[in-house]
């Protein structure tokens, strides 16, 4: 039997992948939120605001932006950028609700998850087919 944990992190990677994809322009080039590099999708990581280790945001789209290597892994998440930008995109609550969400909120179902998957793949193609967007 697999553990929960393993699980966890197959959807992860199928899950930041996605979303990874689904942000990156045409030529497959996507954005640093927090320093504003450029890369190949594959080159990027997705980052997040509260720590994926906390379930009930891990997956929350509000808490993943794309980030650089550099941003997410040696800055730890660029923190204080990160949450600069974070609340010009989303507004001055927005801390204080994925904060409420790690203390009484439920991690997303595995059935959740997948289908924040299919969206991000469907957006995707739905994006690749207008140009305008």
């Not at 990027?44 to 280790?53: A, L």
Request: glycine share 4%.
């Amino acid at each position: 039997m697999k553990s929960f944990t393993m699980e966890s992190e197959k959807l992860w990677k199928k899950f930041s992948r996605a979303y990874r994809e689904y942000k990156a322009n045409k030529y497959e080039f996507t954005t640093c939120f927090t320093c504003g590099s450029h890369s190949h999708f594959t080159k990027m990581d997705t980052g997040h605001f509260i720590d994926r280790r906390h379930g009930a945001v891990k997956f929350n789209p509000l808490n993943v932006e794309i980030q650089c290597m550099a941003c997410n892994r040696i800055l730890k998440g660029n923190i204080d950028v990160y949450r600069k930008k974070l609340e010009e995109k989303y507004g001055p609550e927005v801390e204080a609700l994925l904060t409420n969400e790690v203390k009484f909120g439920a991690p997303m179902r595995q059935e959740e998850v997948e289908k924040a998957i299919t969206y991000f793949k469907t957006m995707k193609k739905v994006k690749n087919e207008r140009p305008d967007i």
